[in-house]
């Protein structure tokens, strides 16, 4: 009997044991992996786990590693532990989760840095940036394409909507392409997974709903695989930059299933309300659900106006609605005054620049942030990699809001620490002035005049990335094939004081507008899948017409690599006159012109007119044909002409 009593006690004494070992099980931590050696010696380790917040302490008697603090969120399942590791080197840590009735421990491995974070160069104004997006580019696995585990997808290239199957591999087999056309960098759209569930014909293929801040979608490859594809770009000196999102996440991220704060969320009533009223977020609310209504009722979206971020007169309702209001009713807002959250979104960032290896940071909806939780970023990252790049979308059309985002700018109370801006007055200007005749005063490239005279605005203009069109946009080129139109574009994008970005297929003449839907400007690269019959990333794939482009595009692009005159040299522009638009930049002698007649007829340049900056010169080249052009007298322009040339 007193055996019986015996084995009884240490089952029901193993079985309390396995209780209270499963409810504090540890799922997961974040960051997966850590550094040691960066200024900033503190790290938050959100941990995950059922019912880990009621663990009473944490330890480790790893060297060099202080626990600093325990933070104990509103839900049971998180919990925030706040590391030094001052003095730390390389290794795995042990660390030690206790509570009354067990005991949990979790290796967590430290690791040495490659590098100096002020030997990490960004992009600058020496680089042109070309963007692509994953999914629409290349395929170069097709055992990635319909995976299991993932919410319901479709990968059907028929709909402009849905997944096309492309990835990071398809990207690397062709770098040499980028290195053949003569771009520099590569800014993919994000490729974190974004495990939403395709709804009425739509999808997250464009990677702006992150469901997992530390793992590359497994549709576009694994982490090993981004890695692999950063390492072989470097070697043919191509940089990476990677597009972030700290504005929002994704519906299917665990944060939301289980918030692990009420404020880890803008309008955390509503998202509660979304949960309770069991539907999937993706199809909207549930017809005549009561709690569906009352979601209804509290949910706020973004005004998408973002001037009140920097009016001095913005009323409070306004600001909130900017800033608090969610982008879509399926990206939830995250709260980046919430300290604990903008940390994890710091060290996130962080955390890719070391184990990846990227040169640059592009950051979506920028202004939609807190401003300070922004700033508190780029400070970090700046004190950190002194000559690193991030540039943020600031989408204004009016130079003054885009300059008074930039680092040390003289026109905003609080230094935003940004370095880089969008130049989105550019891309305004620019797409009505392709389908206006130039005239004396304001239309055609006077716009570009127009837009470039306010330069004095920005601290450092060649900061600020330009573009024709990207993702978001229609192309360039709309439904047609206006070459004259694209060629004077892509001139002035070359060579003013600018940090320029091509949007993948310009080069071969992609065209399509948003009208019907956004896939139409986001279509697959021909040649890039299996079964094209048309493969552009070869000559002999192309047309004559594409082959026309892609050539004269070309030569212009590796004519500004390393060229002084356009990366360091000064500008000076001249107003439009007879229709015709001049740029010069100099520098040591050497001067380059930009001319570009804005009209549908013939001109003339008056040489007399620019004499400031043609001097006593006779003889220029043309960068693109080599053929010499007389300055002696003055030139004639054919329509739309677009001429680049230096002496």
Partial sequence: MRRILLLTAIMMANVLTMSAAKKNVIERIEPTDWFVGL????????????????????????????????????????????????????????????????????????KAREMAGDKRMGFTNADVLYMLMPDRFASGRADNDQLKGLNTYVNDRTQPSLRHGGDLEGIRQHLDYFNQLGVTALWFTPVLENNSPDNNGFSTYHGY???????????????????????????????????????????????????PSKDWFNTPEWLSEKQASGRNPMTGFADGSQNGEAAKSKYLQTSYKLTPVKDPYASQIDLHETVDGWFVPSMPDLNQRNHHVMTYLIQNSIWWIETIGIDGIRMDTYPYADARGMASWMKRLDDEYPNFNVVGETWVTEPAYTASWQKNSRLSSENSYLKTVMDFAFFDRLSMAKNEE???????????????????????????????????????????????????????????????????GTEILMNGTKEVTDGNVRKDFPGGFPGDKHNAFNEEGRTQAENQMFSWLSRLLHWRQNNDVIIQGKMTQFIPYNGVYVIARQHKGRTVLTILNGTSQKAVMPVGRYAEVIGQNVKATDVISGRTVRLDHDLNLRPRQTLIVEF
Wanted: charge should be neutral; glycine fraction near 6%.
């Fill in 438 to 504: 130039t005239d004396g005063w304001w239309n055609g490239l006077n716009r570009l005049y127009n837009s470039f005279c306010y330069d004095y605005l920005y601290e450092d203009p060649t900061h600020v990335m330009a573009f024709i069109d990207n993702h978001d946009t229609d192309r360039f080129l709309g439904n047609g094939r206006d070459t004259l139109a694209l060629k004077q574009a892509l001139a002035l994008l070359l060579t003013v004081r600018r940090i320029p970005q091509l949007y993948y």
């Fill in 209 to 259: 709903a992150t469901t997992d801040y530390y793992r590359v979608d497994p549709r576009f490859g694994t982490n090993a695989e981004y890695r692999r594809l950063t390492d072989e770009a470097h070697a043919k000196g191509l940089k990476i930059v990677m597009d972030m999102i700290f504005n929002h996440c994704g519906f299917e991220h665990p944060w939301v299933a289980d918030m």
């Fill in 39 to 110: 200024k900033n010696p503190t790290v938050q380790l959100m941990v995950y786990g059922q019912g880990i917040r009621d663990v009473e302490s944490v330890t480790t008697d790893y060297p060099g590693v202080r626990i600093d603090s325990l933070v104990r969120l509103d839900s049971p399942n998180y919990l925030l532990v706040y590391l030094n590791l001052r003095d730390a080197q390389p290794g795995t840590m042990k660390l030690k989760f206790t509570s009354k009735r067990s005991k949990t421990t979790a290796d967590y491995q430290l």
